[in-house]
């Protein structure tokens, strides 16, 4: 079986509430179609002069984690970083899991005890309402094209 980096991905087995998107059936099937998406577009600017292909995970954090959300259902929640923003990851049922984790490479992240988080808020920013609907858009060409 392949082994994955982001956090969580062991327990990723929960499957997928709609049938929106072709062959994807569970957390590891969505992180590897958007592994071959996640681009520089799809990051939020304040990060984006950082992005590389290499750390393709870097600033994709809420639009990833409310594309979960829309995939898998659960909640999305929040790690209040130093800079006063949230980094989202996904809970859903008893599984959590961190799509987005590898950006910060060693650093161990806390995933309890931390606030949900509203994509009304979120996507109150145009520019992340839009990067997420251009990355749902992106996954479903994708899935589309297999």
């Known amino acids: 079986m392949k082994e994955y980096q982001f956090y969580g991905w062991e327990q990723a087995r929960v499957r997928a509430v709609i049938d929106q998107y072709e062959g994807i059936h569970t957390p590891l099937d969505l992180y590897d179609a958007l592994s071959e998406i996640w681009c520089a577009d799809t990051c939020a600017p304040r990060m984006r002069d950082q992005w590389t292909p290499e750390n393709k995970t870097l600033g994709q954090c809420s639009i990833t984690a409310f594309l979960a959300q829309d995939i898998f259902g659960g909640e999305v929640y929040g790690i209040r970083r130093p800079d006063g923003n949230f980094h989202c990851y996904n ?21 309890e005890s931390n606030p949900r988080q509203y994509r009304e808020t979120h996507f109150a920013k145009e520019e992340k309402r839009l990067r997420y609907e251009r990355l749902k858009k992106m996954l479903a060409d994708k899935c589309a094209d297999r």
């Open 91 to 111: 809970v859903v049922g008893d599984s959590c899991f961190d799509l987005t984790s590898e950006q910060f490479g060693d650093e161990v992240l806390i995933y």
